[in-house]
């Protein structure tokens, strides 16, 4: 069995308004950051899974990402994978 | 109608449930039972609703791991009979999360978390659960959420309006919905979810009655 960590990436698509992104990105001009074009909040999710090679082990994360990590209606997901 | 039972789905962290309960023993004479979320036996029920709160704390997204119980699991076979369900807030997010109604509810467009009284335009006779035939086009019930603004994209928008499935919109839209939606059905009209509570507008003691007539609505046929 072979060890992977794997990190997936959520982020609500651009066409859903993320009001939690404009509300950071407004404390952020506060702050005095200038030039800031765009803010948006995502998740990341860690995960320490095992599986017989990489094909086996991307094939259950993208079960996961695709059924639960992720709402595809409203957010995409990316992931990536280093064996450990 | 007299043994007419409606199943109460209770999850860790559901909290309407009771609400829902006084409303159709206290108000209505229906017969209700509590349904903990890991039963999948739905035998002795005759019509569900999934009620308002937090089920799992809202991890993850709102509804994402109620949707793997094993009661939301064995929702497919009883809604397929023809069955009603009716998921209210809570309720709502986990039926679009688990692919009963279609779109997804996210974080309110200002943030907040709205407590308010709206007042509603009834869209839609699908299902019968809305008064639809009283001149009464308008009801006013209450809402309470944090993550209710509907979301989809324009190809379901479409499909929502060409085959009738939206039932209310918001009159003054307050948490920035699509198209004002504030509830709909599925095509077969057996199941709806709504961000308001009707349960909690089942007597004038408390400031209204418009939501009986939906709750009263699980016993039609």
Known sequence: ?84 | MDNFTVGIVVFPGSNCDRDVSWALEGCLDIRTKYLWHESSDLSDVDAIVIPGGFSYGDYLRCGAIARFSPLINALDEFVKSGKRVLGICNGFQILTESGFLPGALVANKNLNFICDDVELDIVSSKGGWFNYLDEKQTIKLPIAHGEGRYHCDSDTFKKLVDNELIALRYKNNPNGSAFDIAGITNEKGNVLGLMPHPERACDEMIGGTDGLFTLKSLISK
Not at chain 1, 26 to 46: D, P
Not at chain 1, 57 to 66: H, N, S, T
């Open chain 1, 1 to 84: 069995m072979d060890q992977f960590a794997v990190k997936v990436f959520v982020r609500l698509r651009p066409s859903v308004l993320d009001p939690a992104g404009e509300a950071t990105k407004s404390a952020s001009i506060k702050l005095g950051a200038q030039g800031i074009k765009s803010l948006r909040i995502g998740k990341m999710i860690e995960v320490k899974i095992e599986g017989n090679g990489e094909k086996e082990v991307r094939e259950k994360i993208d079960l996961l990402c695709d059924r639960l990590f992720a709402n595809t209606v409203i957010e995409d997901y990316e992931y990536s994978l280093e064996k450990l």
